[in-house]
């Protein structure tokens, strides 16, 4: 493969010491669908709005929010394939570390992983860069965990988080609205709600709400 | 198009494609990134790493010289499997032997490769536990992309595949079994990657001794307690009248959508102490 015309990396800065094409990722991210997460005292919640192009879909076959493993689920804003990708590569990352070391792989090492893969894409030669913010939730030794891993490969620990559309809404939201001392049911209640604001119809958000009492 | 790639150890979905837009949609198909590899580094990385048949030349030509090969851990064993009503049962004795010494009095042959099936090992310790963990671990990556619960012939095809393409240098004589929404399995699979699908089955050393017991008294349409019952006897006969095989009874009951894993189910071989006290010797001897 050395010896072709696409050597290089299609990921390069601007002058004014951006990457643009990080920049364009994060774009495609805040247009896509609206997913958050809240970190409870015994637990996390991730939550995405499922909303397919048209009643003639089977919404069976749609999974946003994939397990990597037993304890650490994920959701994703942006595009769909891309993420699908992330979740393989995690999943076999976290197979491979569960069978070198016999313990489960610890929530931050997945993430780091996760991570280290997106950059790759980042600085690599004919790639472009993810188009996928991820949502990644578990549970280990050390508690309770939310982390949101960018398509520039950088992740943070968040308490609450939101991505895609309408996320500066549902932000503020969350601010007013999270408690350190939440447990997971108030959690799960404050993700609905949080998704209604400009997201969900009064109808949708009345049937969920029965839902979860 | 002609790529000639000597760094064959990237993932690279490459279509055959006409023209020229498809040398950039091979390169966008890439996956890993692009390395200038220096020629010492490409002879040294290997397209899948993992077995080098280098050593396995150079041993064969060190016994051809005379040298004794160093005697590693082998299960001398008696596994066995058969077909009940509801399921399948799966039994092993509990002797790991290294030449004529018992290296574990306690090991466990029967291994974990998915909730529903299960795989009992005999032949070298090391190979069994490698391979049956490794396929374990494919098979659960195959669950969580394919949302449905493993097949026995899915277990099945990847343990051949694997040990065939060892040409039998893996020395893992298997006794897979398990349930899944096609039903009750039971299949031996051979060192050299061959297999076999019977309702009743035995591996090991102690095979003779257990299959004895089995072509004798078993039939179809056993209970779970006549199957349980029958398998302690076979595994029994396999510990009393085989030296490679011996202290306890492993037994494995999967049924649909279930599993009972009797670690010890059987001790027909407790230790008994004569003097609770000890020994005491006088000095000198």
């Given at each position: 493969m050395g010896d072709s015309q696409y050597s290089f990396s299609l990921t390069t800065f601007s002058?004014?010491?951006?990457l643009v094409q990080i920049e364009h990722a994060l774009t495609a991210v805040g247009s896509g669908q609206t997913s958050l997460g809240i970190k409870a005292a015994n637990g996390v919640v991730i939550a995405t709005e499922k909303k397919l192009?048209?009643?003639?879909?089977?919404?069976?076959?749609?999974?946003k929010i994939q397990i990597l493993t037993p304890n650490i689920g994920v959701v994703y804003s942006g595009m769909g394939p891309d993420s699908r990708v992330l979740v393989r590569k995690s999943r076999k990352q976290a197979e491979q570390y569960q069978r070198l070391y016999k313990e489960p792989i610890p929530v931050t090492q997945l993430v780091r992983e996760t991570a280290a893969v997106m950059q790759e894409f980042t600085q690599s030669g004919g790639v472009r860069p993810f188009g996928v913010s991820l949502l990644v939730a578990g549970y280990d030794d050390k508690g309770p965990q939310l982390y949101q891993v960018d398509p520039s490969g950088s992740y943070f620990s968040w308490k609450a988080s939101a991505m895609g559309k309408n996320v500066s809404n549902a932000k503020a939201f969350l601010e007013k609205r999270y408690?350190?001392?939440?447990e997971i049911d108030d959690a799960v209640h404050t993700a609905i709600l949080t998704l209604k604001e400009?997201?969900?119809?009064p109808a949708e958000i009345e049937d969920y709400l029965q839902e979860v009492e | 198009m002609g790529m000639k790639g000597n760094g064959s150890n990237h993932e690279c979905s490459r279509e055959r494609v006409k023209g020229e837009e498809e040398a950039a949609a091979e390169l966008l198909l890439c996956r890993e990134p692009i390395r200038i590899m220096s020629k010492g580094e490409v002879d040294y990385v290997?397209?899948?790493?993992?077995?080098?048949?280098d050593s396995c030349r150079r041993n064969e030509m060190l016994l051809n010289k005379g040298l004794k090969p160093s005697s590693f851990l082998k299960t001398g064993t008696t596994i066995v499997g058969l077909i009940f009503q509801d399921g399948v049962i799966l039994g092993a004795d509990t002797r790991a032997t290294e030449g004529p010494i018992?290296?574990?009095?306690?090991?466990?042959?029967?291994?974990?490769?998915a909730p529903n099936i299960y795989c009992c090992g005999a032949g070298t310790a090391a190979d069994t536990e490698a391979v049956t963990d490794t396929i374990s671990s494919h098979l659960k990556l195959h669950r969580y992309h394919t949302a449905r619960e493993s097949r026995v012939v899915t277990a099945l095809t990847l343990l051949k595949s694997h040990l065939f393409r060892y040409q039998g240098h893996v020395s893992a004589a298997l006794v897979l079994g398990g349930v899944d929404v096609t039903g009750p399995h039971l299949h031996t699979i051979y060192p050299h990657g061959s297999t076999d699908s019977l309702p009743f089955a035995t591996m090991g050393s102690g095979s003779l001794a257990a299959m004895a017991v089995f072509e004798s008294k078993y039939h179809e349409g056993l209970s779970r307690d006549e199957g349980v019952k029958l398998v302690c006897e076979a595994i029994c006969s396999g510990i009393f009248n085989d030296l490679g095989s011996g202290s306890n009874v492993d037994i494995c009951v999967i049924t649909k959508g279930q599993k009972e894993y009797?670690?010890?189910?059987?001790?027909?071989?407790p230790r008994t102490y004569i003097s609770s006290k000890g020994y005491s010797f006088s000095k000198k001897t």
């Open positions: 002058p004014s010491g951006k192009p048209s009643i003639l879909v089977d919404e069976t076959s749609v999974q408690t350190d001392d939440m400009g997201v969900l119809t | 290997h397209a899948r790493g993992g077995f080098s048949f018992v290296a574990d009095k306690n090991c466990e042959k029967i291994h974990y490769m009797l670690r010890n189910h059987l001790l027909p071989n």
